[in-house]
């Protein structure tokens, strides 16, 4: 499956952003999607994941703040992003697979292009 991002920006802390990701094809049985994010300088970081069987997980940076969702309906994986801090400035990266492992290891096989996202006044 093809993966495209949308979404990032600008935007001040404090603020908001929902990143949007669309898949080519239905995403009803892929196994696990997931929201990467790669900052300047930093290792890519996994920020969320979604299963199958809506089942999420939220890297410690982000917990609270950040949802993860995915609509079957529409073939898209959605992460709203509120409390956004400088240090969530990065670009973020959409992926999916079959095998949930696969995303925790940073090898799934698809993936988005990236969106910006920066956070700053």
């Known amino acids: 499956v093809q993966l495209q991002a949308s979404g990032g920006g600008l935007v001040q802390p404090g603020g908001s952003l929902r990143l949007s990701c669309a898949a080519s094809g239905s995403i009803f049985r892929i196994g696990a999607l997931g929201w990467y994010r790669q900052a300047p300088g930093k290792q890519r970081e996994l920020v969320a994941t979604?299963?199958?069987?809506?089942?999420?997980n939220y890297a410690d940076s982000v917990k609270g703040r950040f949802t993860i969702s995915r609509d079957n309906t529409k073939n898209t994986v959605n992460l709203q992003m509120n409390s956004l801090k400088p240090e969530d400035t990065a670009v973020y990266y959409c992926?999916?697979?079959?095998?949930?492992?696969?995303?925790?290891?940073?090898?799934?096989?698809?993936w988005g292009q990236g969106t910006q996202v920066t956070v700053s006044s």
């Open positions: 992926a999916a697979d079959a095998s949930y492992m696969k995303i925790v290891l940073g090898a799934p096989s698809s």
């Open positions: 979604i299963t199958i069987g809506g089942n999420t």
